[in-house]
C-alpha cells in the first residue's frame, strides 16, 4: 500500500482558498466595470453636450464632428427652417401660386443656411438655444433639462434667462456615445408664461 504524502491534503485547501479569493475579486471587479458602464451610459448626454461646447468655442472642427450626426442634425435644421418659414408666410394675401413660389425659393436658401448652422459657430448657438450662428458666448452656459425617449433618444431643453424653454435639442445613441442628431421647436403648450393673478373672490353682498 503506498503511503499517501501528507503535503498533498495541505496542498487542496490552500489552492480552493486562493481561487475563491480571486473569484471574489473578479466578481468585485465586474461589478464595478458594470457600475461604471451605467453611469458612463446616463451620462453620456451631459458629457457630450459638454463636449460639443468646448468643441465650438475652441473651433475643434474634427472633435464638434466626433459629437454630431452631420447628415440628421442637417435634415432636421432644414426641415425646422422650412417650418419656421411656412409659418411667416401669410396665405390670405398671396395665390397659392405666389406661396408655392416663395417656397420653393425657401427652399432653396435653405441649405446655405444649414452649413452656417453647423460651423462652430452655429452648434454654438443652438447650445445656447438659438438658431443662427452669433459670436462666442463667454458667459456661463443656459440651464439645460433632459427628457429620455427610451434607451436611445434623449431631449435636451435649453432653458431662456427666465426660465422659458428656447429650443430643444435631439441626442440619439450611437453605440455607447451620443451624438446631437436634430432640433425641435418649443412647442406652444410648455412655454412658460407668467401666472395671470386670481379671479377676485366675490363677495357675498355681491359687489
Do not use: C
Not at 77 to 85: D, K, N
Request: no cysteine.
Amino acid at each position: 500500500m503506498a503511503a499517501t504524502d501528507p503535503t498533498d491534503d495541505a496542498a487542496a485547501p490552500t489552492v480552493s482558498g486562493r481561487f475563491a479569493v480571486w473569484a471574489r475579486l473578479g466578481g468585485g471587479l465586474a461589478l464595478a466595470v458594470l457600475v461604471l458602464l451605467v453611469v458612463s451610459f446616463f451620462r453620456g448626454p451631459a458629457t457630450t453636450l459638454q463636449a460639443l461646447r468646448e468643441a465650438s468655442q475652441t473651433r475643434n472642427t474634427t472633435e464638434l464632428a466626433r459629437h454630431i450626426d452631420g447628415e440628421a442634425l442637417r435634415h432636421s435644421l432644414g426641415r425646422l427652417l422650412l417650418q419656421q418659414t411656412g409659418a411667416a408666410l401669410s396665405p390670405d394675401t398671396i395665390n397659392d401660386r405666389q406661396l408655392l413660389s416663395q417656397f420653393i425659393v425657401a427652399g432653396a436658401l435653405v441649405r446655405p443656411v444649414v452649413e452656417t448652422l453647423v460651423t462652430p459657430e452655429g452648434i454654438a448657438a443652438l447650445l445656447q438655444g438659438h438658431i443662427g450662428p452669433r459670436p462666442l458666448y463667454a458667459g456661463p452656459p443656459p440651464r439645460i433639462e433632459t427628457a429620455w425617449s427610451g434607451l436611445s433618444t434623449v431631449r435636451a431643453t435649453v432653458m431662456g434667462a427666465a426660465g422659458d424653454p428656447t429650443l430643444v435639442l435631439v441626442l440619439r445613441r450611437n453605440g455607447l456615445s451620443w451624438r446631437l442628431a436634430g432640433v425641435e421647436a418649443v412647442e406652444a403648450s410648455s412655454i412658460k408664461l407668467f401666472p395671470s393673478p386670481p379671479p377676485a373672490a366675490s363677495r357675498p353682498d355681491g359687489r
